[in-house]
């Protein structure tokens, strides 16, 4: 059973960044694809950044320029740069994995308020 934990949720201000992570205790290469989700309060989960084993990422626009996502094999992590955040970024942010099932991890909240 592979779990997924994330980290580096917080509170910043407009125009602040943060960087998530997301731990897993198997190997990523066992993914299809990874990616990080949010859902903000009253809303539906909505999918941020794909990226597949190969190929390119996928971007939600509304992150755009704004957000990168990466990967460290030897770590089995992949993270989520968030630069420029606004309050509509705010939202408990998830860590997916998909290979022979679905994987999220616990979720971590990011707050963007002055």
């Known amino acids: 059973q592979v779990q997924l934990v994330e980290s580096g949720g917080g509170l910043v201000q407009p125009g602040g960044s943060l960087k998530l992570s997301c731990a897993s205790s198997?190997?990523?290469?066992?993914?299809?694809?990874m990616g990080w989700y949010r859902q903000a309060p009253g809303k539906q989960r909505e999918q941020v950044v794909l990226m597949p084993r190969t190929g390119s990422k996928i971007y939600a626009d509304s992150v755009k320029g704004r957000f990168t996502m990466s990967r460290d094999n030897f770590k089995n992590m992949v993270f989520l740069q968030m630069n420029n955040l606004t309050p509509e970024d705010t939202a408990v942010y998830y860590c997916?994995?998909?290979?022979?099932?679905?994987?999220w991890g616990q979720g971590t909240q990011v707050t963007v308020s002055s």
């Open positions: 198997g190997s990523i290469f066992s993914f299809n694809y």
């Open positions: 997916h994995g998909n290979g022979t099932r679905a994987y």
